[in-house]
Antibody, heavy 120, light 107 residues
Framework: QVQLQESGPGLVMPSQTLSLTCTVS??????????WSWVRQPAGKGLEWIGH???????NFNPSLKSRLTISLDMSKNQFSLKLSSVTAADTAVYYC????????????WGQGTLVTVSS | DIQMTQSPSTLSASVGDRVTITCRAS??????LAWYQQKPGKAPKLLIY???NLESGVPSRFSGSGSGTEFTLTISSLQPDDFATYYC?????????FGQGTKVDVK
């Protein structure tokens, strides 16, 4: 059973870079077929897909965030990470990491989520 | 990008009711659609994958149907634990998108 855990600063200054890490247990991050994704949810609002990366390193981004976004894998630590630059208050949200297995048709495993607030 | 339109945004129902939520896509999805349940302060939980497949451990009162651009989540007999917000998500393009959500509350 794959388990995910987000970690990172809960407060980020405006115009700075938001950095989060998702630690994976129960399987290896370089296992074939996995897509490792990020989703966020502002308070009281719906879910927004941010982007996902494959084990081969290919990445797909939400077009509205693409210019500010980096997603990467760290095989040595069994982690994947999210970096969102030039943040504003609109980036304040609960951030989730999640898995998608190729051909499954649903994101089956989720982290518990971590709140990131953008404020000075 | 594929746009997902979910309806209704809010649904008031009673225990025992049959509940139906609809998701319409701007392009055909080839059944690459999932349904999730989310409760306050919790991560989403996968209910249905690839349009009509029940995720392991999910009660059989939940079902998914549809094809092309129109999909439905049905709860056959609403239970107290089912009051929550439900989302659809498409995976047919490289850019995934969620529906806006449907909150099921007490009538």
């Amino acid at each position: 059973q794959v388990q995910l855990q987000e970690s990172g600063p809960g407060l980020v200054m405006p115009s700075q870079t938001l950095s989060l890490t998702c630690t994976v247990s129960g399987d290896f991050i370089n296992s074939a077929g996995y897509h490792w994704s990020w989703v966020r949810q502002p308070a009281g609002k719906g879910l927004e897909w941010i982007g996902h990366t494959y084990t081969n390193g290919n990445i797909n981004f939400n077009p509205s965030l693409k210019s500010r976004l980096t997603i990467s894998l760290d095989m040595s630590k069994n982690q994947f990470s999210l970096k969102l630059s030039s943040v504003t208050a609109a980036d304040t949200a609960v951030y989730y990491c999640a898995t998608y297995f190729e051909g499954y048709g649903g994101q089956g495993h989720w982290g518990q989520g971590t709140l990131v607030t953008v404020s000075s | 990008d594929i746009q997902m339109t979910q309806s209704p945004s809010t649904l008031s129902a009673s225990v025992g009711d049959r509940v139906t939520i609809t998701c319409r896509a701007s392009q055909t999805l080839n059944n690459w659609l999932a349904w999730y349940q989310q409760k306050p302060g919790k991560a989403p939980k996968l209910l249905i994958y690839k349009a009509s497949n029940l995720e392991s451990g999910v009660p059989s009162r939940f079902s998914g149907s549809g094809s092309g651009t129109e999909f439905t989540l049905t709860i056959s007999s609403l239970q107290p634990d089912d009051f929550a917000t439900y989302y659809c998500q498409q995976f047919n393009s490289y850019s995934w998108t969620f529906g806006q959500g449907t909150k099921v509350d007490v009538k």
